[in-house]
């Protein structure tokens, strides 16, 4: 597997704190040759203790909005902004971020995908840092690329929003509308 080495690496890295408490570090998980790369936050205590992205309540919704759209998780690669668990699920701080951030870049580099879709605001900020997720969720745009001048990239809610916010599913789901949208259109957005 083209991950494997990374996997590794990340499964040892100690280039910041939240090292210190973690139980596993969480790389990415998926179909390292898909198209589509989701990028979330954090891994939370589900993902810590399994060593997989996505696998407590926020995953389960995850995985009915993909299948809302046709897909299941082999069809897609999942990966995070940060790969240990922050303390009580806190923010991750900037130091963090930053220390983590090389793996990230290097994992879209390896997938090269064609659509980028984050998950919660603290994802979308990486990459379109200027805009608000209240405006910006389910709108796709092209903004500067990491292994491609320009890339496509589909904001979203972060799915755990749903299940604080029960009323704000069928956002969720309309927005995943667009993943499959996107991907028709790819040709109006992208320049490589
Ligand atoms: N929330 C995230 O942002 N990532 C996970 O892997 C799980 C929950
Ligand atoms: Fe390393 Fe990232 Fe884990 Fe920090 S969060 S220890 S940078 S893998």
């Not at 390292?32 to 060593?51: R, T, Y």
């Not at 696998?55 to 082999?74: C, H, Q, T, Y």
């Not at 995070?80 to 303390?87: A, D, E, H, I, L």
């Not at 608000?132 to 320009?150: L, M, N, T």
């Amino acid at each position: 597997m083209l991950l494997d080495d990374l996997n590794e690496r990340v499964s040892v890295c100690k280039l910041c704190d939240l090292c210190k408490e973690r139980t596993n570090a969480v790389p990415g998980a998926g179909n390292e040759n898909s198209d589509v790369m989701f990028i979330g936050e954090g891994p939370g205590k589900n993902e810590d203790l399994q060593g997989l992205p996505f696998v407590g309540a926020a995953g389960k919704f995850l995985d009915k909005m993909l299948n809302s759209i046709g897909m299941e998780r082999k069809d897609i690669y999942i990966a995070n902004v940060v790969k240990c668990r922050p303390p009580s699920n806190r923010d991750p701080l900037p130091a963090e971020v930053k220390a983590c951030w090389p793996y990230l870049e290097e994992q879209i580099k390896l997938i090269k995908p064609r659509l980028i879709v984050t998950l919660g605001k603290h994802s979308m900020q990486r990459f379109l840092p200027d805009l608000k997720i209240s405006e910006a969720h389910g709108e796709a745009r092209v903004a500067d690329g990491i292994w491609q001048k320009k890339q496509v990239f589909l904001p979203l809610y972060h799915p755990a929003a749903a299940l604080y916010n029960p009323a704000s599913r069928d956002v969720h789901f309309e927005d995943f509308k667009k993943i499959p949208l996107t991907l028709n259109n790819l040709k109006e957005y992208a320049t490589p």
